[in-house]
């Protein structure tokens, strides 16, 4: 008998396995089937806009005038009409001025520099900044020195590890020299500071250059913990031999380490050319700490500084990642960090050359390989499996993460509607036939209907067994008429969507799924789309608009735009999605209250995201499950009408509401953006 049982065990083990084999050969099917779909798209649009253009077979010259003035007219498209596009112009104009004031113009004046050399912390931490020497040009090494001489914070030590050949001798030499004038500054600070102690000074206090010729050349990582050894700073800095540091980063840093006990931090940066800080080619204002984004892409990069006990038991740079040995480390410290912080001021520039990472991964061709594997690496940590992690269009080193999807949990689609019976129809039918998972039920809210067919397409569904209609009964409250259809929900998992939506992507449930799974994430949201395919959703800014409450970004933006920085690329953390499409948790929806129905037509979308975010959840967006919006896209506001007067006064409740968290900003969203555009343009 018991033999009898142990093998009935074994063959449901064996058919389990198998069970789990097949379902994640079909997972991969059907992305494999919506990546070949959005790569036909893109095919599709490339090769329409070449037999469309009249002037194909003109000189290449004359082609590339056409292509740009074809990327003009996408850029004013939505202006609107003349005065429009003009206004556009005017305030791209204004913004270019805007960027001068990024440059040298930054730096603060004498008076400036003097207050903040004489300010003094409870912490005066020592910060060890690494710099890994290879045949470092002379030029750039005398600047990069010099932008640490010129700190405005002093207690530092800048710790060189020297792999160049012997072709370059003049590194020793320069730095050599340049050891000399920080201890001739380090006498100075060692007077001034003198009056702040009681008792005897740090006898490391102050500026300190400290070099060392190694015996070979072992790469980046190799030559930075060289480096390491020789520092004994409470904060180690990491500095790449050509870049430049703005006079006040280690101010700021470790002003943010006294204020919110930061144990790593980073700031935005910029690329520049020409030797010349002022000629920027590319600012990158960057969002705080957001896990989801790093994985994706190393957003973080310059300027790490991070406390040095966080390396305990660890390497610094591991030699197998070379090539993004900082991804791995920031991955890896990140991890272990207490609070990470963000300073969101442009204060590293990174030099744009023949043969730096800035100038494109073609000139480290191996950077691609190294990042996925640092990027593998950690999610192993966190117990995933069976992920795939592939280049995207916007950058090779910019990636798509496939997460593995446990199990086939049930899915309730819930579905508000109003008559609009042609919408229904082709929302529910894109539904069945465009999507490759299976486990679903769809749960149509009937709320005050009145035409005929309607009602007629509702017996149609009723044939339907993963379809049911239930209805609400009273004034239209979006939250109340959903909350109500939650209640209906078998599923594990609750999918709120509009009816003016289409599918797009056939895996467009696993997409979302894959991150509704995690134990981190709360509401995961999709890319939206209007006909003309420029986009509805890429997530929510918070205090974007008007209205100060909050708004979508790259709005309007066409469907093949890269995004700022590549963002309409990868999945990312945001405050919040829109209820168009939404995934959660039913449990997580239920924890939350549900959608609050006193915010009866608007806003309660993002203060169901908040109430996640108030309980320590991530909202997700992810740009690889596609679908249309419809209607939204001619609704609008009637400027003196009912609608406009209701959104009004749930603004209003909306901004009392979460006052605090608007004051505080979107930490997702740089505040050197506007936020009265949806395009990542500088604040003026």
Sequence with gaps: MRNEISGKEAKETDYRAEYEKEHLRNADLAG?????????????????????????????????????????????????????????????????????????????????????RESHFLRMVKISILVPLFNTPEDFLREMIESVMNQTYENWELCLGDGSDGEHGYVGRIVREYQKKAEEEREKCLLRE??????????????????????????????????????????????????????????????AINEQGADYLYCDETTFKSGDINKMLTMHFKPDYA??????????????????????????????????????????????????????????????????????????PYVVEAAKGAVADHLKRHGFTHFQITSTRAFETIFKIRYQITGSPLISIVIANKDHVADLRRCISSIFEK??????????????????????????????????????????????VNNLGVSFA?????????????????????????????????????KLYYGDKTIQHAGVVLGLGAHRTAGHSHYKQHRENLGYMGRLCYAQN???????????????????????????????????????????????????????????????LDDNGEKAQR??????????????????????????????????????
């Design 647 to 684: 959104y009004n006064r749930e603004s209003e409740q909306f901004r009392e509401k979460w006052r605090e968290t608007l004051e505080a900003g979107d930490p997702y969203y740089n505040p050197n953006f506007s936020l009265d555009r949806s395009d990542f343009a500088l604040k003026i």
């Design 194 to 255: 003198a009056g702040h102690y009681n008792g005897e000074m740090p006898e490391d206090y102050g500026p300190v250059i400290r070099y060392q010729k190694l015996e070979r050349n072992e790469g980046i990582a190799g030559n930075t913990n060289h480096c390491l050894k020789m520092a004994g700073g409470e904060y180690v800095g990491l500095f790449d031999h050509d870049d430049i540091l703005h006079p006040c980063v280690l101010y700021e840093y470790v002003k």
């Design 435 to 480: 999507s490759t998972y299976e486990n679903f039920e769809i749960i149509v809210v009937e709320n005050n209907s009145t035409e005929k067919e309607t009602f007629d397409y509702y017996k149609e569904l009723s044939e339907e067994e993963k379809v049911r209609v239930v209805t609400y009964k009273g004034a239209f409250n979006y939250s109340a």
């Design 574 to 636: 945001v405050s919040a999605v829109t209820g168009a499409c939404l995934m959660v948790k039913k449990d997580l929806f239920e924890q939350a209250g549900g959608l609050e129905e006193a915010f009866a037509i608007s806003l309660n979308d993002v203060d169901f995201c908040l109430k996640l975010r108030q309980m320590g959840y991530l909202n997700v967006f992810t740009p690889f499950a596609e679908l249309y919006h419809f209607e939204s896209v001619s609704r609008g």
């Design 490 to 526: 078998k599923g594990e998992y609750l999918l709120l969507l509009n009816n003016d939506t289409q599918v797009i992507t056939v895996n467009w449930i696993e997409e979302l799924l894959m991150y509704a799974q995690r134990e981190d994430v709360g509401a995961v949201g999709a």
């Design 32 to 116: 494999r089937i919506a990546d070949l779909e959005a790569r036909c798209d893109d095919l599709s649009f490339q090769l329409n806009r070449i037999k469309t253009n009249p002037v194909w077979k003109m000189s290449a010259p004359a082609r590339r005038g056409m292509h740009f003035i074809l990327r003009q007219k996408n850029r004013v498209k939505n202006c609107g009409n003349l005065k429009g596009v003009l206004s556009k112009i005017k305030y791209k104009k204004i913004e270019r001025k805007a960027m001068e004031n990024y440059g040298t113009k930054s730096f603060p004046s004498l008076q400036e520099a003097k207050a903040q």
């Design 291 to 364: 896990i989801d984004n790093l994985r994706a892409n190393n957003y973080i990069c310059h300027f790490s500084v991070f406390a040095r006990e966080l390396l305990d038991g660890m390497e610094l740079f591991r030699p197998k990642f070379d090539g993004s040995q900082d991804h791995d480390m920031i991955l890896r410290l990140t991890d272990r960090a207490k609070k990470v912080v963000h300073i969101p001021k442009l204060l590293y520039y990174w030099r744009n050359h023949p043969g730096s990472v800035a100038s494109g991964v073609e000139a480290k």
